[in-house]
């Protein structure tokens, strides 16, 4: 059977897994990542180039595993490779009308034009209404009033094919897919969660915060702001007048009660003065991505284990009573290894989270 080399591309570190798709369940044969150079200043053009060199990279240690070359590539974009929105359309008729999948794709049709310059990533249906009610398996039955959710996920052409150039540099590839990690991080909490729930997820990895609104099961709204683990790790090494990579080797021993008092001081003055920062860009996030919607009681966080708790901090002492019903305060989930090793007991715990989750 072919094998299928699955590419996590972040804008912190391009992770490879090679896998044997057998027929019960997934072989992981090898994985490797390789980290994207992280710069003091952004350079768009340059950052690029960095994550392309990384996935050939990548590739050539997946080739080098010696299991063999992989025939199929699937490559899982994080922001901001990707833009995405979620649409609700509907459909409301005095007579009976029957719904089907072309009358679907007409409405789609009708409200999403040619995107110049993108390529489309997803175009998915993820919940239908007939007269109000939920269903199932709508298609082929009599209704007079129809609405349906759908997400619709884009990615710039010139980077896709940077990309797609990089990977063919280094392997013949009969299929290059390329997928957003909201839609598979959705996806996946979907198997985590009890039906018919609502709920936050927070990807806070690389340079974007991404926040999705999941609503009855259904991916509602996905808004990003530019506050993701690297503005964190370039703001703290600024306070301690460091490099980027001591200034995280720092950060990673504070967690750990290993710093001495001057240092615990600067950082925690440090994280102090950003806490508002970021908190007042997950707050007009999380405006924009309830619209009508209530705030729900629990949010998913996906970060790295050093990170992550620091988040969930500002998170739970910050009051969110003006968007909630009831007294509850909002719980934080945070997504870890362990998670998954209770439902896949084959999947290995040292794989990074978001390789885990796709």
Not at 123 to 145: C, D, H, M
Not at 274 to 290: D, T
Not at 320 to 327: A, P, T
Request: glycine share 4%.
């Amino acid at each position: 059977m072919s094998l299928v080399a699955l590419l996590d591309i972040g804008s912190t570190r391009v992770s490879g897994v090679l896998i044997s798709p057998t027929d019960d369940f997934p072989q992981i044969l090898f994985t490797t990542d390789i980290p994207v150079i992280l710069r003091d200043k952004l350079d768009t053009a340059r950052f690029f180039r960095d994550v392309a060199e990384a996935a050939k990279e990548v590739l050539k240690n997946l080739i080098k595993s010696g299991h063999g070359a992989p025939k199929q590539t699937i490559c899982f974009l994080s922001a901001p490779f990707y833009a995405s929105r979620t649409n609700i359309f509907s459909q409301k008729e005095p007579e009976s009308f029957v719904c089907s999948q072309k009358l679907l794709d007409s409405l789609i049709k009708k409200k999403i034009k040619d995107f110049p310059g993108y390529e489309i990533l997803e175009s998915k249906v993820l919940s239908i209404s007939l007269n109000g009610y939920r269903v199932a398996s709508p298609f082929g039955q009599q209704t007079q009033e129809i609405e349906f959710s759908h997400y619709l996920s884009v990615a710039s052409a010139p980077v896709l094919a940077q990309l797609r150039q990089a990977i063919s540099g280094v392997i013949y590839s009969t299929s290059i897919q390329f997928h957003s990690s909201a839609f598979v991080f959705f996806q996946t909490l979907g198997c985590l969660t009890a039906a018919n729930k609502n709920y936050l997820a927070l990807d806070f990895t690389g340079e974007i915060s991404e926040l999705s609104l999941i609503w009855r099961d259904a991916l509602r709204e996905t808004v990003s702001f530019p506050l993701g683990e690297n503005w964190l790790i370039r703001e703290l090494a600024q306070a301690l007048k460091t490099t980027l990579e001591e200034g995280y080797s720092i950060l990673r021993a504070y967690q750990s009660a290993h710093t001495n008092e001057a240092v615990e001081k600067t950082l925690t003055e440090a994280l102090n003065k950003l806490r508002p920062v970021w908190l007042a860009a997950f707050r007009e996030a999380l405006n924009r991505a309830l619209a009508n919607s209530f705030l729900p009681k629990e949010l998913f966080l996906l970060g790295k284990a050093d990170l992550s708790p620091i988040i969930k901090q500002w998170l739970e002492t910050e009051s969110w009573q003006n968007l909630m019903l009831g007294d509850a305060n909002l719980a934080i989930k945070i997504i870890d290894p362990v998670i998954f090793a209770s439902l896949y007991n084959r999947i290995p715990q040292n794989l990074d989270l978001a390789t885990l989750v796709e």
